[in-house]
Nanobody, 128 residues
Framework: QVQVLESGGDSVQAGGSLTLSCRIV????????MGWFRQTPGNEREGVAC????????YLGDSAQGRFSISRGNDKNIVILEMNNLKPEDTATYYC?????????????????????WGQGTQVTVSS
């Protein structure tokens, strides 16, 4: 059984930083795609950042440009999201996801439908 385990959510003040970590357990191969999404009540899940396995290509959503970065750990199926200069509008539940396929198109990589396995979410709250 595949499990997606997230950690690192917290409450911080605007301008602060957080690092979210995610580990995929129970997958016998390196997930071709791993990503972070976020969601607030009443809104669709938004692609924040994603990264592939083979070419290590990474993609950032519009809201993450210039402030967030994504990387994969030395251990396979670990992905790290570093978030800097956090803003109150970054407040959301952040979800880690893994997909069995990856694509060259950023729009597909940042689309929730690309991913097969999801975590339970970790809360990030940014106060002004």
């Amino acid at each position: 059984q595949v499990q997606v385990l997230e950690s690192g959510g917290d409450s911080v003040q605007a301008g602060g930083s957080l690092t979210l970590s995610c580990r995929i357990v129970g997958l016998s191969f390196e997930a071709p795609a791993m990503g972070w999404f976020r969601q607030t009540p009443g809104n669709e899940r938004e692609g924040v950042a994603c990264i592939t396995s083979e070419v290590r290509g990474s993609y950032l959503g519009d809201s993450a440009q210039g402030r967030f970065s994504i990387s994969r750990g030395n251990d396979k199926n670990i992905v790290i999201l570093e978030m800097n200069n956090l803003k109150p509008e970054d407040t959301a539940t952040y979800y880690c996801a893994a997909g069995r396929s990856w694509f060259w198109e950023p729009r597909r990589m940042l689309n929730a439908g690309t991913y097969n396995y999801w975590g339970q979410g970790t809360q990030v709250t940014v106060s002004s």
